[in-house]
């Protein structure tokens, strides 16, 4: 029997509009009626959970919440379960290869604020900010604490520049860290340890839906994978089941079928 639910956010749980459509709301109330557990698993700090997980009536110290892509568990109150940062040092290198590299760059802490060295900031920046209800912040790792610990780190652009990069990036830092594309203009850098499946492992029997690569790690672990009719390819072929996308109620006819 499914005792939880797993739901990538940007793509699956939202619309193309940002918004949960009514058809998921019901869904998941249901399902929490039933006593299943609903954690939504995203590449979002808390900050950009919070209100998605109050609107669909998460809360409390037995549901949770798997944040910026694993890196932080915490139960839906607030407290932390797991996390894993990544260092100073490579902080630092980090920020220092992307301005070699001319690729726009940022952090998030565990605080949910985003951080960048750049004064000229870019504009998938200042989304990525407004998307998560995030503070944004222009500091050097100079100007932080010496012991200053980072969630994850953010390439951020064009399609066409992160195409490039990434093999660059990998090359470099592969063996330090856990890379991810997230989507099209967004590549993370984590902690080695970090990734959506990990945080799910101890938490029950699972059906988990997501629509883009860095979902491929938590439909490795679970019951049931299942893939949005808008997701990419390489999610789709990681997936036990392809449901209708996140405009034509996805969850909840999913949900349907596996669940109720």
């Not at 918004?19 to 979002?44: E, F, H, M, N």
């Not at 797991?82 to 490579?90: A, E, F």
């Not at 990990?198 to 299942?226: C, H, P, Q, W, Y």
Request: proline fraction near 3%; glycine fraction near 6%.
């Amino acid at each position: 029997m499914i005792k939880l639910i797993a739901l990538d956010t940007d793509g699956t749980l939202l619309n193309s509009k940002n918004k949960i459509l009514p058809s998921t709301k019901a869904a998941i109330r249901k399902a929490l009626d039933q006593g299943v557990k609903v954690v939504l698993c995203s590449g979002r700090p808390i900050a950009g959970l919070a209100h998605f997980m109050k609107e669909l009536g998460i809360e409390g110290s037995d549901q949770y919440a798997v944040t910026l892509n694993g890196a932080i568990t915490r139960t839906a109150d607030g407290k932390i379960m797991t996390q894993d940062l990544v260092s100073n040092k490579l902080y630092r290198e980090l920020t220092k290869f992307a301005k070699e590299q001319k690729v726009p760059f940022n952090i998030v802490d565990p605080d949910s604020r985003i951080i960048t060295a750049n004064h000229d900031v870019d504009y998938f920046e200042l989304l990525q900010a407004w998307e998560n209800t995030a503070p944004l912040f222009i500091r050097t790792p100079d100007e932080m604490p010496n012991d200053f610990q980072i969630s994850k780190g953010c390439f951020v652009g064009d399609k066409a520049l992160l195409d490039q990069f990434e093999p660059i990036l990998r090359t470099k830092f592969d063996q330090d860290l856990y890379i991810v594309r997230a989507d099209d203009h967004l590549l993370e850098c984590l902690h080695p340890n970090v990734n959506k499946g990990n945080g799910l492992k101890e938490l029950g029997e699972k059906i988990a839906f997501g629509d883009e690569r860095n979902d491929i790690s938590m439909f490795d672990i679970v019951g049931t994978a299942v893939a949005m009719g808008n997701g990419s390819q390489e999610a789709k072929d990681h997936a036990n089941f392809i449901t209708a996308s996140n405009d034509d109620d996805g969850i909840a006819k999913a949900l349907d079928k596996f669940i109720f």
